[in-house]
């Protein structure tokens, strides 16, 4: 099962998404992550996040949505706070796609310690939605009741 993470940079909230979704993934369950207009550069806060935390960094870009034209993902998540307020995209096709709230933490403005508490909350947000979604029996779901599980999990 292949999950795609996306927001509009694709350097902050969509990258700490696929990493830890990665970390915490069993073989055979996969993440990557996209932006509707990916800024090209990773968020130097959000690589020191994951970093601190024990997640690997190796191999994670910002990229678009055409970098998975080839290979469509079985699950979308869109992880922008404001879906109406922001450009963030809409996949089409077979995909289940399902909205995954989250505040920017790079807009939080304020000392180093309060910025990095605000990527630590949101990386805390992230594990806690993907570890009660891997522990779905997964191949079992349908997809209409998977998509009310992510749903669910979006709401958490």
Not at 4 to 20: G, Q
Not at 77 to 101: L, M
Not at 109 to 120: K, L, Q, S
Request: aromatic share 6%.
């Amino acid at each position: 099962m292949n999950v795609l993470f996306i927001c509009t940079a694709n350097s902050c909230r969509s990258i700490l998404s696929e990493a830890l979704f990665n970390h915490l993934a069993p073989p055979g369950v996969r993440a990557v992550s996209a932006g509707s207009f990916p800024s090209g550069q990773l968020n130097p806060m959000a690589l020191e996040t994951l970093r601190a935390a024990g997640i690997a960094t190796d191999g994670l870009a910002s990229k678009g949505l055409d970098a998975f034209a080839a290979a469509p993902p079985d699950i979308v998540i869109s992880v922008c706070d404001k879906a109406a307020g922001e450009p963030c995209p809409v996949y089409f096709g077979a995909a289940i796609k399902a909205h995954w709230g989250l505040a920017d933490p790079s807009e939080v403005i304020g000392d180093p310690a309060t910025r990095r508490a605000a990527f630590e909350a949101t990386l805390d947000k992230i594990r806690q939605r993907c570890t009660a979604l891997l522990q779905l029996p997964l191949g079992e779901l349908s997809a209409e009741a998977l998509k009310h599980e992510l749903d669910r999990l979006g709401a958490v």
